[in-house]
Nanobody, 122 residues
Framework: QVQLVESGGGLVQAGGSLRLSCVVSERPITFYSMGWFRQAPGKEREFVGG???????DYSGSVKGRFSISRDNGRNTVLLQMNSLQPEDTAVYYC????????????????WGQGTQVFVSS
């Protein structure tokens, strides 16, 4: 069973940075297209960004230029670097893996992590 485990969340002041990690078990992360999502209280889960099997990345408009996704293949980990954080970035952040998609997708993921809380104070 594939498992995704996120870490790195916490409390940060506006303008600060955090780096989230997602460790994937069972298979190399290059086997999957990976996505990061977030869900704020009272809101629907939204796509933050993703990395395809080949390493291409894409981001939602609300985080483009502030967030970046990378892979550490040696540690089978996908990273979400978040800079210039704002209170509206407060949410539970989830990583997800698709074993069928070749490109970055916003739906249809097969596996999800348990989430890590990010809180940005003003």
């Amino acid at each position: 069973q594939v498992q995704l485990v996120e870490s790195g969340g916490g409390l940060v002041q506006a303008g600060g940075s955090l780096r989230l990690s997602c460790v994937v078990s069972e298979r190399p992360i290059t086997f999957y297209s990976m996505g990061w999502f977030r869900q704020a209280p009272g809101k629907e889960r939204e796509f933050v960004g993703g990395v395809s099997r080949r390493g291409a990345t894409d981001y939602s408009g609300s985080v483009k230029g502030r967030f970046s996704i990378s892979r550490d293949n040696g540690r089978n980990t996908v990273l979400l670097q978040m800079n210039s954080l704002q209170p509206e970035d407060t949410a539970v952040y989830y990583c997800a893996a698709s074993e069928t998609a070749d490109s970055i997708v916003t739906t249809g993921y097969d596996y999800w992590g348990q989430g890590t809380q990010v809180f940005v104070s003003s």
